[in-house]
């Protein structure tokens, strides 16, 4: 097989940064008012539009400056505060001296409302601007420092984000507003996959009478309880969204309790004492290791029904992780131009097509390796059309072989689609 990389286009992407979107954001909203929503949302989707690859700035600090949003829920209770106020010394400066007990009783509770919107009004403000401009004290990053093993010795937060932005970036699989990645989950919080003991999902409408009217509420929630019963929870606009992350991680993590929050379930492992955890964590670690032993089983099932094809054209059915990683070292080593190749036996589904060969191109020096993957035609006998290609270091390509020999399909964000034409391959024009 001979690859032909098509010209990709360098242009620079232009997109408005932090804080310039905030203050277009801000400027918008005093000029057009309600108007400016529909402007809002078409400069946001530019954005991301021009951003493929995830955020510049970070998956993670972006989540943290998000939440300026509760500088506007902050405003809004204000307003409500100050209507209540008024109302209140309305009512009592028309009251005069035939104040009844029920007068007072009224006065008392509003009091207290409006003590109590301000604190929160406060809080919202306050934690809003904090994680803003001081991410490191947010509560994004205390939850990824809680997952750690000594959070006390954590490093400094551009190192904690940048574990976690990575992660989502190169395997992220997204749910709404929730990524799963190979070891990391964001969400409202962060959660570290080897962690999670437990999976639960809460999907609830609440109904209540306001002014004589029936109005209704819809609570979707994930939560996860980890080794330590420290509990995260993400909360979900789409039921879709929160079905298919559930199903999700009762794949990655076969070994969790899954069920409903605040099921018997829930309750027997977010308050277990610490005999009862003691068992439920064995039994996990058990389950674990009982599954790890069967997904070997079937890893050197899946090695052994395929097919290396070496640089030199000879072939072998007798492949190893260990041994595909020194091929691939020796090819660097001896500058060889030629590609190796795995072909499975059956063809292998993912990310929602069917794959019928992995090629390896080593190259040499401080060039990185170039990886293809070919779509399945859907026979045998005739070659796909399609196929998608990326460069990686060496440790990448180590690693994605590692995996393609246990069946495992790469997450294809960010390659490079190719297409079948009479002279080789080339990369495909976007439709």
Same mark, same amino acid.
């Given at each position: 097989?001979?690859?032909?990389?098509?010209?990709?286009?360098?242009?620079?992407?232009?997109?408005?940064?932090?804080?310039?979107?905030?203050?277009?954001?801000?400027?918008?909203?005093?000029?057009?008012?309600?108007?400016?929503?529909?402007?809002?949302?078409?400069?946001?989707?530019?954005?991301?539009?021009?951003?493929?690859?995830?955020?510049?700035?970070?998956?993670?600090?972006?989540?943290?400056?998000?939440?300026?949003?509760?500088?506007?829920?902050?405003?809004?209770?204000?307003?409500?505060?100050?209507?209540?106020?008024?109302?209140?010394?309305?009512?009592?400066?028309?009251?005069?001296?035939?104040?009844?007990?029920?007068?007072?009783?009224?006065?008392?509770?509003?009091?207290? @409302?409006?003590?109590?919107? =301000?604190?929160?009004? !406060?809080?919202? +403000?306050?934690? %809003?601007?904090? $994680?803003?401009?001081?991410?490191?004290?947010?509560?994004?990053?205390?939850?990824?420092?809680?997952?750690?093993?000594?959070?006390?010795?954590?490093?400094?937060?551009?190192?904690?984000?940048?574990?976690?932005?990575?992660?989502?970036?190169?395997?992220?699989?997204?749910?709404?507003?929730?990524?799963?990645?190979?070891?990391?989950?964001?969400?409202?919080?962060?959660?570290?996959?080897?962690?999670?003991?437990?999976?639960?999902?809460?999907?609830?409408?609440?109904?209540?009478?306001?002014?004589?009217?029936?109005?209704?509420?819809?609570?979707?929630?994930?939560?996860?309880?980890?080794?330590?019963?420290?509990?995260?929870?993400?909360?979900?606009?789409?039921?879709?969204?929160?079905? @298919?992350?559930?199903?999700? =991680?009762?794949?990655? !993590?076969?070994? +969790?309790?899954? %069920?409903?929050? $605040?099921?018997?379930?829930?309750?027997?492992?977010?308050?277990?004492?610490?005999?009862?955890?003691?068992?439920?964590?064995?039994?996990?670690?058990?389950?674990?290791?009982?599954?790890?032993?069967?997904?070997?089983?079937?890893?050197?099932?899946?090695?052994?029904?395929?097919?290396?094809?070496?640089?030199?054209?000879?072939?072998?059915?007798?492949?190893?992780?260990?041994?595909?990683?020194?091929?691939?070292?020796?090819?660097?080593?001896?500058?060889?131009?030629?590609?190796?190749?795995?072909?499975?036996?059956?063809?292998?589904?993912?990310?929602?097509?069917?794959?019928?060969?992995?090629?390896?191109?080593?190259?040499?020096?401080?060039?990185?390796?170039?990886?293809?993957?070919?779509?399945?035609?859907?026979?045998?006998?005739?070659?796909?059309?399609?196929?998608?290609?990326?460069?990686?270091?060496?440790?990448?390509?180590?690693?994605?072989?590692?995996?393609?020999?246990?069946?495992?399909?790469?997450?294809?964000?960010?390659?490079?689609?190719?297409?079948?034409?009479?002279?080789?391959?080339?990369?495909?024009?976007?439709?």
């Amino acid at each position: 097989m001979e690859e032909k990389k098509g010209s990709k286009s360098q242009k620079s992407h232009f997109y408005l940064k932090w804080p310039w979107n905030v203050l277009v954001y801000i400027l918008l909203v005093i000029v057009l008012r309600i108007f400016a929503i529909p402007v809002i949302l078409l400069i946001m989707r530019w954005n991301k539009k021009q951003q493929p690859d995830g955020p510049v700035e970070g998956y993670c600090l972006q989540r943290t400056r998000g939440r300026l949003i509760q500088l506007l829920w902050a405003a809004i209770i204000l307003l409500a505060v100050a209507a209540l106020s008024v109302y209140l010394v309305t009512s009592w400066m028309e009251g005069g001296p035939e104040r009844g007990y029920t007068d007072y009783i009224i006065m008392i509770v509003g009091g207290m @409302a409006v003590v109590g919107g =301000l604190l929160i009004a !406060v809080y919202e +403000a306050y934690t %809003g601007v904090r $994680d803003v401009f001081c991410p490191e004290k947010s509560r994004l990053a205390q939850s990824i420092r809680n997952q750690l093993t000594y959070p006390e010795e954590a490093p400094p937060v551009k190192e904690l984000f940048a574990m976690v932005d990575e992660d989502i970036r190169r395997n992220g699989q997204w749910f709404g507003n929730l990524a799963v990645g190979e070891k990391w989950i964001l969400g409202d919080e962060v959660s570290y996959i080897p962690r999670i003991r437990g999976v639960f999902f809460k999907d609830e409408i609440r109904t209540h009478h306001s002014n004589g009217r029936l109005r209704s509420s819809r609570i979707m929630q994930l939560w996860i309880v980890d080794d330590r019963q420290n509990r995260q929870l993400t909360d979900f606009k789409s039921p879709k969204a929160l079905k @298919a992350a559930f199903e999700f =991680l009762q794949k990655r !993590v076969p070994a +969790a309790v899954f %069920g409903l929050y $605040d099921s018997q379930e829930y309750k027997a492992l977010a308050y277990a004492n610490e005999d009862e955890w003691y068992e439920k964590d064995r039994a996990y670690r058990q389950k674990t290791a009982q599954l790890q032993e069967e997904m070997q089983k079937e890893q050197e099932r899946q090695s052994q029904n395929q097919v290396l094809t070496m640089p030199d054209g000879s072939v072998t059915s007798r492949i190893t992780g260990d041994s595909l990683s020194q091929l691939l070292l020796q090819c660097r080593r001896q500058g060889e131009s030629r590609s190796f190749q795995l072909v499975p036996g059956i063809p292998f589904q993912g990310e929602g097509r069917v794959f019928s060969r992995l090629v390896c191109f080593s190259g040499e020096g401080s060039e990185p390796v170039r990886i293809f993957v070919e779509e399945y035609s859907g026979s045998p006998s005739e070659p796909g059309i399609y196929g998608w290609s990326n460069t990686m270091t060496v440790y990448e390509a180590e690693t994605l072989l590692r995996a393609w020999l246990r069946g495992q399909v790469p997450s294809l964000n960010g390659w490079d689609k190719m297409e079948r034409t009479s002279r080789g391959w080339a990369q495909a024009l976007s439709r």
